[in-house]
Structure formats: structure tokens, C-alpha cells
């Protein structure tokens, strides 16, 4: 079985300031994790993955994001909020040996001039 | 590159009509397919997925149906639409490869009158 939280229905963030939207997630086997992006009225852009390696992975549009496994914690972080990355983001874990991913509920992220 | 088409991009239908709702991937061979609809609070349900032609599996038994008659194309069907039917379907596909991510469509918007 695989699922995957995210606690915030919507983070606030001013321009400028660093952001992190957060995501855990539980799986048996092991992680293939994913951050989507969705803007209004539109299909969801892939943003970045961790499939193994380095902890750090750094994605589209200067978003990254960080595994944790200990603490099965996989979140996506930006040092420097836009007022364009206002949109919902989704986390998505799969299991390795899967061909379905689960989706998190999504967070609304509004950044703020 | 890869692209990923859907048709049609807003679509207005009374109930117990039919639906017809297409997919189709470009520059890319074997790929998962997926449908999926997401409701007004966000989150997304996997509808139908296929892992190669004619072999559809379903997520969630309902009044829809999906085929794939060929490698790169996708289609979400109803004989008679209901008004919980109403969402954005969303078609997405992956590589074959275990680490790749999803990719969507721009999505189609159907509302059931």
C-alpha cells in the first residue's frame, strides 16, 4: 500500500522569501516520489522527482525538493518565492514496482507581493 | 520531444448523452496511459490506466469506459452521462521506463446540464 500527505491546504508566502510546501508519504517498497504543478484551468506540469542518489534534487523553474528518509518526508522548497509560482502543487509517491502513482490533495501556494 | 493532445478542451452535454473524450501522445512509443478526473475540491482520481494496447484496467467502477485501440491513443467513453460526471478529465502518460515521471494534458472541461 503507498499514500501521501500533505498537511497544508495553503501556504502563504511573501515575494522574495524562501518557501516550502511540505509532503510525507508511506510506501512498502521503495519510493519514487514526484512534485507536479498545476496553474488554473490546466494539466499538471511535472516539476521533479527522486527516484535514488543524492537527497537533493533540483527541478524546473529553481524549486527542489529534499528526501528525508527517516523521517519519509519529501519536501519541495524554493529559496526565493515569485508572484508567478502561485498554483497548486502536488506530491505523488509511487512504489517502484507500480504503474500507479498516488497523488496528495494538492496545496495551494499564493505568494504575495 | 513528447507531446501529449486532448480534445475537446471544454464540452457542455445534457444528461444521458453520450461522451467521447480523446488522447493521443506524440513522439513516444509504448507509453502508460491514464485518465483522470479531478472534482472542484482539487484532488485527482485515477479513472482507467493501460500499460499497451487493448489492456485497460479500471480504478473505480462507474458509468465510463476507456480504450485504446492504438499504441499512442487514449479514449474516455460514456453511453449516458450522469451529473456526477461533471469534472476536468485530465489524460497523462509515462514512459516505460521505471523512474519516469507523469505527463499531462491540458485537460478538458465537462460540464453535465
Known amino acids: 500500500a503507498q499514500s501521501v500527505a500533505q498537511p497544508e491546504d495553503q501556504v502563504n508566502v511573501a515575494e522574495g522569501n524562501p518557501l516550502t510546501v511540505k509532503c510525507t508519504y508511506s510506501v512498502s517498497g521503495n519510493p519514487y516520489l514526484f512534485w507536479y504543478v498545476q496553474y488554473p484551468n490546466r494539466g499538471l506540469q511535472f516539476l521533479l522527482k527522486y527516484i535514488t542518489g543524492d537527497n537533493l534534487v533540483k527541478g524546473s523553474y529553481g524549486f527542489e525538493a529534499e528526501f528525508n528518509k527517516s523521517q519519509t518526508s519529501f519536501h519541495l522548497k524554493k529559496p526565493s518565492a515569485l508572484v508567478s509560482d502561485s498554483a497548486l502543487y502536488f506530491c505523488?509517491?509511487?512504489?517502484?514496482?507500480?504503474?500507479?502513482?498516488?497523488f496528495g490533495r494538492g496545496t495551494s501556494l499564493i505568494v504575495h507581493p | 520531444s513528447q507531446t501529449i493532445h486532448q480534445w475537446p478542451a471544454t464540452l457542455v452535454q445534457p444528461v444521458g448523452s453520450p461522451l467521447s473524450l480523446e488522447c493521443t501522445v506524440e513522439?513516444?512509443?509504448?507509453?502508460?496511459l491514464y485518465w483522470y478526473r479531478q472534482a472542484a475540491g482539487r484532488g485527482l482520481q485515477l479513472l482507467f490506466y493501460s500499460v499497451g494496447i487493448g489492456q485497460i484496467s479500471s480504478e473505480v467502477p462507474q458509468n465510463l469506459s476507456a480504450s485504446r485501440p492504438q499504441d499512442r491513443q487514449f479514449i474516455l467513453s460514456s453511453k449516458k452521462l450522469l451529473l456526477s460526471d461533471s469534472g476536468f478529465y485530465l489524460c497523462?502518460?509515462?514512459?516505460?521506463?521505471?523512474?519516469?515521471?507523469?505527463?499531462f494534458g491540458p485537460g478538458t472541461r465537462l460540464t453535465v446540464t
Open positions: 513522439g513516444t512509443s509504448n507509453p502508460n
Open positions: 505523488a509517491v509511487r512504489d517502484g514496482g507500480s504503474y500507479i502513482p498516488t
Open positions: 497523462a502518460w509515462r514512459g516505460a521506463s521505471g523512474g519516469s515521471g507523469q505527463y
